[in-house]
Nanobody, 117 residues
Framework: VQLVESGGGLVQPGGSLRLSCETSGTISRMNAMGWYRQAPGKQRELVAAITSGGSTNYADSVKGRSTISRDNAKNTVYLQMNSLKPEDTAVYYC????????????WGQGTQVTVSS
């Protein structure tokens, strides 16, 4: 499974971005899709995730400002981020998880989001 992120860039504080993650696999078969981020000197952290059943969860730091969604027909997952803050600056990674006897995690190459005036 290959994941390709897009939509990152430079945005001013208070602005918005929509990240996209297009997969080579069928996302309806993934148990969960998620967005993670990693800022310099920090560990990678979960931003938002959506299960195959449509349940979502968000990090407290982005709750109310971000929305994760999926388009099964396009095999694409989105992360809409609003009211961006400088502390949202990070490389954002798309993740696909398949849970079975063995759990597989697939990752994209990441897309840079920089929030700065």
């Amino acid at each position: 499974v290959q994941l390709v992120e897009s939509g990152g860039g430079l945005v001013q504080p208070g602005g918005s971005l929509r990240l996209s993650c297009e997969t080579s696999g069928t996302i309806s078969r993934m148990n969960a899709m998620g967005w993670y981020r990693q800022a310099p000197g920090k560990q990678r952290e979960l931003v938002a995730a959506i299960t195959s059943g449509g349940s979502t969860n968000y990090a407290d730091s982005v709750k109310g400002r971000s929305t994760i969604s999926r388009d099964n027909a396009k095999n694409t997952v989105y992360l809409q981020m609003n009211s961006l803050k400088p502390e949202d600056t990070a490389v954002y990674y798309c993740n696909a998880r398949v849970v079975g006897i063995v759990t597989y995690d697939y990752w994209g190459q990441g897309t840079q989001v920089t929030v700065s005036s």
